[in-house]
Structures are given as structure tokens and as C-alpha cells.
């Protein structure tokens, strides 16, 4: 099963090596991670999906939580959350199939960020399973390259995962 | 306190922790912190390979509570640390482990004697720092001893690249502010109470007790509870010492090589207290099977311990003195109970024993002369059976005198150690129980013990072989004994005076005695070159990977003479038909 974790790091060197090495260290599968600036520039958050049961996530935030650069480690309830990933797909866009891409660009609600006579560059933003499905649908004009963020998220309402 | 450089503060944030030894040996890039030491009134001891610099650090911590300190130079010297600094770390040992480091302006290029020591580090230390501002000096230098000494402890490593050590600061010791750092040591009430209720109900308790006791000076705390409840109480090798073994509550240690009532204790009880322990493979056996009708309560500082190995009812996160105080006022007075004399049952019937006949000096025999000649003394061990005949069969009754390397099982930790453990507690007779092989490892500091008067006394149980190792190939690889014999051993005794020490040898039974109060009354450092046979074992053995229950007994015959002591009297009849 996939679990997101949201943590929140000191913005120091090496963090992200002590982060990425506990996971490799203990065998837990990382399926994807970001880092980004907060509010506060001696903090950073990540937002890392991890694959594993209950004892494997259970295991993995205890052992985030000794990392004394890790401030804050939070599993986000899918329920509870709010998740988003962006994706820019280079894809391939004949005379024939432009029309085509373009209603399935207006339909996921995509952006096109830039056109060539032979490919078109689309930005999508959304849950990582409308990502997945633009991404299939897309896959039948030839994607050329992909580039993804992986997913950030963050819990609904008024609570906060702060340092 | 005015401007200083680097070196000078960083001498003068060991003053303010209280150092008083750094053992380590210099190199091109120290040169700006030896000329500073060279003022100072820390002593610093150096070492021969620095391996036993962060080897004696260690013994210093552990036999004294405070945090060894140690220093070597960029590159080869600080990869030199490294298997000192993994020995600490898999058993929670405090330890600040100082480095050289190329100027910040070379990271990064490979320059001469570059090596990026904290990655490579970074699995085996609690937390480490590359300092690349003389005035973070202060901070991260109070920070590491800080989280080297609370909660669990472990090494902290600083990397200290040449030019923050000369460049200057304006020296102020800063408050500690470290927001992710929050070791729990407060006990939950609640699930003392829980806890507690646990233990009064329980008809077959046990409690397992590891290290985390002996750190957090629980020792005392850990009677009261046991004696109020007349739990029988095991101890893991990091927890030798916690409990003393001539209480009759002692089922001394568990695990591969623990005693067999120690291990039937556990199989059979329907409540395990687990304090300071962290259900280790060596201890549980086959982990499906332990225990498999108890109940777990587990205490402990470290909240990723609780849950990791084996599943447990009753968590409580925290000291473990605390809890074991908060437990032993909770619970009532219970009375001596038909498992209390089952497990004497056991222990008279099972002891730790061991084969007497034949010509050569016993190991296990070694042990408890030793303890009759000097029950008081510091015990360090190397690895392999010289360990753990000195867990068996020395009486262990005090926290922080039995010192070993038990989660790395580190060939060539116990002389440094022992040296280390003998400079902080020079009033202590401290001995080294010794393999041959282990003993040629870090062989060579017995120049760092002659130089400075440190009067470690080795005892070399000399068999000529791996023994461990060949125990192994004796009982599971049909005796065929590949690169276990050493064919030639040095003369330990000649070795022992080209270094400038005393040697002795006993290789008759008959002079044994006489050459250990010899060693005992020794006032400089002196080996013991005991000879030993190479076909001895570790009696009794739980196979690896096999359940608890299945413990084998290798050697049978005549029992320990601590088992003899605790039945001497009444049950003494059924110790006399198990000799017969
Ligand atoms: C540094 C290191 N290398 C290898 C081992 C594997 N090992 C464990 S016990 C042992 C034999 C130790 O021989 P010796 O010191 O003579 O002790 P004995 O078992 O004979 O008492 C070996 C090689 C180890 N524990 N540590
Ligand atoms: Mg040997």
C-alpha cells in the first residue's frame, strides 16, 4: 500500500542525503519525493510516498523522527488530504492529431506552454490518478519526454503540518 | 571571552563538557588543533592506529558514564575511526568522534587526503556535522555532546576542515536549540499503570533487561521491581552486570550462548517485561517462536525500538530508570510462586557446566578464578568465545564493569577498550579476556598502555585458533576447518616485553592460580598468555536461526562454580548425581 508522508526539514545541507540514505539503509521503498520551500526559509518540506504496510510506515516515521534535521513527520489520511503532482509531457502533435490532443488537453483542464510545427508541450496539474490517466491517453501520439514533480500534499481545514 | 581561533574554542567547548582525554593521533591538516592541545590541560593520549582511539573512547564511556572523546586526522585517519565509531553506535555508546578535513576550499576536489567522512559515516552515527564557519564552532560543538550523552546515546562525528580551526570567532556558548530533537524520557503514566497491572497479574514473569538499564543507571531501581514481584530477571550481553548473578532471582544471560533456564524462563512465561533491550537475533533465536506465550510490555528511550522485532502489548516509551521506579512503587509485594520454584527447578538441574577432563587449563575455569581472585574487577572482552566464556563464568553483580562489544562483535574492541576503561577508572583492576586472534588485531597499542602507566592486565585465552568460528565448522561444517588455525601464534610473553610490559604464561592448571595473583598484583601492564585447547566450546548453543527451546548443551559434566555457590545446602544431592 502507499502512504504520503509529509515532513518538514531543516533547510541544511546533507538533509537530504540522511533522509534518502535511512530509507535505502532499512529497505523502505520510496515510490516518490519532493522538496520545496516554506513560509519559512529555515525550513523545508518534503512529501514522500512510501510503499509498505502498517509496521513498514509505522517503522519509517519513527526512524524519520530521530533524525534530529527532521522537525516534523506527519502521514497524511488520503480522506483528510488535499494532493496534488504536476506533469509537463512533451508529446508528439501531427497535423492530424492536433485537433485530437487539444480537446483531451480542454478536458483534463491541461495548458499548452509551448507549440512546434511537429510537438506541443502540456502542463497538467492534478491528483497523481488524473496525471496517470492524461498520461495514457496521451501515449498514443508518441510522448517524446515526460517531466514529473511527484505528489505534494496537504491536509484539509484549518490544521496545519508546521514546524 | 574574547576572539580566539578555532582550535582554541574548540578546546575550549571540550573544557566547558567537562573532557578531560581525547585519545587520537595527528595528521597534516590537525596541526593548527595538536598545537592547540599542546597548551591545553585535557590530556591527550596517542594512540598507535586510531581505530583505538575511537576504541578506548568508547571503553572510557562506557566504564564511566561520560562521553569518550576522540580525534584523528583527514583521509586515512578518519576511515581508520570508522569501525570504532560503528562498535559505538550498535551499542548506543556516547562518543564524539573529532576529524581533520581538507580546507573547505578543496571538498570537493579530491585533494590529498580527502575523505567525505561524514557520508561515509552517516549509517553509524546518531547525528554528525562538517563545520564550514569557525563560528559555528561553539554550537555544533554543544550539540554534539548533548545528543552524543540524552535519550539513546550514540557517536556524534565533527569534521573539522584546517581552516575553521585557524580562522577566528568571538567565543560565547550558545543555549541549545535543536527543534527536532526531543529524546522522551518521561514515562506515561497510564501505561505504567498499565504496565504494572500486567505484572501483578502474571503468573510466569520474566524480566529481560539489555543495556538501556545499565546507561540509565536503572541497576538499583530493576532489584527493587524484581525483588517486590520475585521476577526472575535475564540479562542480554549489553545488560551484563545489571542484575547481580548471585541474586536468586538471576537466570544470568539468554540468547545463543545464555543459559539454558535463562531461555526456557522466556519460553515459557506468559509476561516478558523488556527494559533496555532490543529483541536482537542473537537473543530471540527464531523470533516466530519466542516467547510464544507471553504477553510484552517493552520499555524503551528509542520509540523506533518498540514494535521493530517482535510485537508488543504493552509499549512505555521513556527512561528506563524512570519507568523502573514508576513500576516498582506501582506494583505490590508478590510471594515466592510455584514458577519461581519451577525456575530454580531448572537452574538446579541445568546449569552452566562444563568438561573437566584432559590436561589443559579450562577457559570457563580461567573465569572463575578470576572472579574469586578479584570479584571487584572491570571485565572488557574481545570477540568470539574468550566473550563469552567472560559473560558465563565471571559473576557479573554491577552495572559498567562488564564491557563488550556485542552488536558489531568488533575483533580487536577489548585491549583499547580496556585501556580507555582503566584511564577513567584507575582505581579499577581492569582486565582484557582475550582471544589469540582478536588480540593481533590492535596488538600494537600495547605501546599507548606501556607509555602512559596504564596497568591493563590481558588475559589471553590462547588456543591458536578462530575459536568462534571453528566452533561453527566443529559442530555444522563436518569439522572441516578452513582458515580457522592461525599455525603460528607470537610468543605473547616476548611480545609483551619488546613492548616494554610484563608477560607471564600459564600453560599447566597447576599454575594458573599463581600467575592470575601474579597479573592481579602486576602495577603495569601485563599479558597473560594462557594455553588453552583449540577443541574448547561455548556451551550451551541455541543454533542460529533455531527457537530458544532448542538450546543444545555442547559440554557436559561438572557444574559452574557459581551454581555451585547458589546451591550450595539444600539442593547440593542433585548437583552431585549430575557430576556422577
Ligand atoms: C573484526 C572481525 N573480524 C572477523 C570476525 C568474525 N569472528 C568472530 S569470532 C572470531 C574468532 C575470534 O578468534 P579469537 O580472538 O582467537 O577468539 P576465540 O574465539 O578463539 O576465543 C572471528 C574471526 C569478527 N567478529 N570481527
Ligand atoms: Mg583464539
Redesign the interface.
Known sequence: MLHTIVLI??NR??VL??IA?LFS?RGFNIDSLTVGATDNPDYSRMTITVEGDE?VL??VT??L???????RVSEMDPKESVDRELAIIKVAAKKEDRSEIMQIVSVFRAKIIDVSPRSLIIEVTGTNDKVEAMVRLLRQFGIKEMARTGKVSMVRGTKAVG? | MGKMTGAQAILECLKLEGVEIIFGLPGGVLLPLYDAIYDSDIRHIIVRHEQAAAHAADGYARATGRVGVCLATSGPGATNLVTGIATAYMDSVPLVAMTGQVPTTLIGKDAFQEADI??IT??VT??SY?VKDARDIPRIFREAFY?ARTGRPGPVLIDLPRDVTVDELDFHYPDIR????NPNLKVHSLQIKKAAAALMEAERPVLYVGGGVKYSDGHRELLKLAERIKAPVTTTLMGVGCFPEDNPLSLGMLGMHGTKYANYAIQEADLILAVGARFDDRVTGKVASFAPQARIIHVDV???EI??NVRVDIPVVGDAKSALSELAKAVGEKPWSPWNEKVAGWKGEYPLCYATEGESIKPQCVLETLYELCPEAVIVTEVGQNQMWAAQFFTHRDPRRFISSGGLGTMGYGFPAAIGAKMGCPDKEVFDIAGDGSFQMNIQELATAVVNEVAVKVIVLNNGVLGMVRQWQDLFYEKRFSSTTLHRIPDFVKVAEAYGALGLRATEPSQLEGVLLEAIESEVMTVVDVIISPDEKVSPMVPAGASLSEILELEEAVPSREAQRAYAGSSASEILELEG
Open positions: 526539514v531543516e545541507p546533507g542525503v540522511r540514505g539503509r509496521v509505522e517503522q519513527k526512524q523522527n530521530k533524525l534530529v534535521n527532521v522537525i514546524p | 561524514t557520508g552517516m549509517p546518531k547525528h562538517l545528543i535543536l527543534p527536532g530533537y528509542d520509540p523506533a514494535g521493530k
